[in-house]
């Protein structure tokens, strides 16, 4: 017979009972940004033969993506009352928007090309840890075996043909020089976006795109999470006020949670539709779809926080 969960640590229903108000608010708005977003998407996409040259555009859709697909199960938790699992969604989303901007905000072809050659740096890296006829290779595999058992066999033919692909990506025109320099400064513990004078690091680049507030007060607090070093998350109040464990799926966080979400789902297609489709207005769909339950929302949350520091 399955294991029924002890209600003082997991009640599902209640928890989902407890959370309904923010539940019913926030995963239609959730859900309304995701299928905009799917349509935006394709809008914006039909213009890229407008907009830049091969390989150009390929990072700001994937990132654009990226947002989508991360919002979309955001939703799927807010519906269930999950806020805790959904940390590392919204901050992994936060880090997307953050590339996305950086790219639209100027330059977008080179940017776009560097962020590309940031993902090929570190796959020809994989490729390489892989190949046991290296250095890397052989450490690897003698790591692998004494970490976890008797290593797979890799055919040396497929890590031959993923190597033959990365090296033919980067010897292409519009990419070979950018390499070189993505590559150096991911060699010196930077970024892709760290070349010709950018930011050292996330902190950097959420402080020059404006967004220094947002990176210390939300996302160092869902790092800590993120990395296991969290205890906040795991924190409530009994009735009496006094501190306690929260019990799973606590809908306590729920509403700075949602909001965060809604809030970079926006700014992403905002940043997509005004750099490719250049005079398509969205206001008329925020104000029917968006602006009332995201200030709804926004409510739910400021009457949340004020409880909190009674």
């Not at 560097?114 to 892989?130: D, H, M, N, P, T």
């Not at 031959?160 to 993505?182: N, P, Q, R, T, Y």
């Not at 905002?270 to 602006?291: A, F, N, P, Q």
């Amino acid at each position: 017979m399955p294991t029924d969960p002890l209600k003082m640590v997991l009640d599902r229903d209640l928890a989902m009972a407890e959370a309904r108000e923010t539940i019913e608010i926030a995963a239609p708005l959730l859900r309304e940004l995701v299928n905009h977003g799917t349509n935006a998407y394709i809008r914006c996409q039909a213009l890229t033969d407008r907009t830049g040259s091969v390989d150009e555009d390929l990072a700001a859709f994937t990132l654009y993506r990226q947002v989508l697909e991360l919002t979309d199960g955001i939703e799927v938790l807010v519906s269930n009352s999950c806020p805790v699992a959904a940390i590392p969604l919204v901050r992994s989303s936060f880090e997307a928007v953050l590339g996305l901007e950086f790219i639209l905000r100027a330059e977008s072809g080179q940017r776009g090309l560097a962020w590309l050659c940031g993902y090929l740096v570190r796959k020809q890296k994989f490729y390489k840890s892989l190949d046991e006829t290296t250095p890397q290779g052989a450490e690897y595999r003698k790591r692998f075996e004494l970490e976890i058992g008797r290593a797979p066999g890799i055919p040396s033919a497929w890590v031959k043909h993923g190597l033959a692909g990365v090296a033919a990506s980067i010897a292409m025109d519009h990419l070979k020089d950018l390499f070189a320099e993505v590559k150096s400064a991911i060699n010196e513990n930077q970024h892709w976006y760290s070349i010709r004078g950018g930011p050292k690091d996330l902190s950097g680049l959420a402080d020059h795109l404006g967004h220094s507030i947002e990176y210390k007060t939300f996302y160092t607090r869902w790092s800590r999470f993120a990395y296991a070093g969290d205890l906040a998350a795991f924190l409530a109040r009994d009735p009496a006020g006094e501190g306690a464990v929260a019990t799973m799926r606590s809908s306590s966080s729920l509403q700075e949670l949602a909001a965060g979400s809604v809030t970079i789902a926006l700014r992403a297609t905002k940043l997509m539709v005004h750099h490719y489709r250049d005079g398509e207005r969205l206001e008329v769909w925020y104000e029917r779809e968006i602006m009332e339950p995201m200030a709804r929302l926004e409510t739910l949350r400021q009457d949340f926080l004020a409880r909190r520091m009674t």
